[in-house]
Nanobody, 121 residues
């Protein structure tokens, strides 16, 4: 059974920092691309950051320079360090793991339940 469990969300003041953690089980995380998405009330889910199995990272323009995604395959864990948080970062943050089998082209796609991040004074 595959599980992705997010933690580390909470209430923080503008300019503050948080580190989100996503711990996986049931998959060999080292061969998956890991992503963080977020969804604010009334808005569509959006991609925040991604890290490929080889370590290449990508970020949404809105978080570049403030957020850092990293992974520790030995712990089956991916992190999202968020600095200089803004009220517009308020959302539920979701962890996602995705991999396309190179032989069958079948895609495996898993999601966590999400963790709430609220940025407010």
């Amino acid at each position: 059974q595959v599980q992705l469990v997010e933690s580390g969300g909470g209430l923080v003041q503008p300019g503050g920092s948080l580190r989100l953690t996503c711990t996986t089980s049931g998959i060999n995380m080292s061969i998956y691309t890991m992503r963080w998405y977020r969804q604010a009330p009334g808005k569509q889910r959006e991609l925040v950051a991604a890290i490929a199995s080889g370590g290449t990272t990508n970020y949404a323009d809105s978080v570049k320079g403030r957020f850092t995604i990293s992974r520790d395959n030995t712990k089956n864990t991916v992190y999202l360090r968020m600095n200089n948080l803004k009220p517009e970062d308020t959302a539920v943050y979701y962890c996602n793991s995705q991999r396309r089998n190179p032989i069958t082209s079948r895609s495996s796609d898993y999601w966590g339940q999400g963790t709430q991040v609220t940025v407010s004074s």
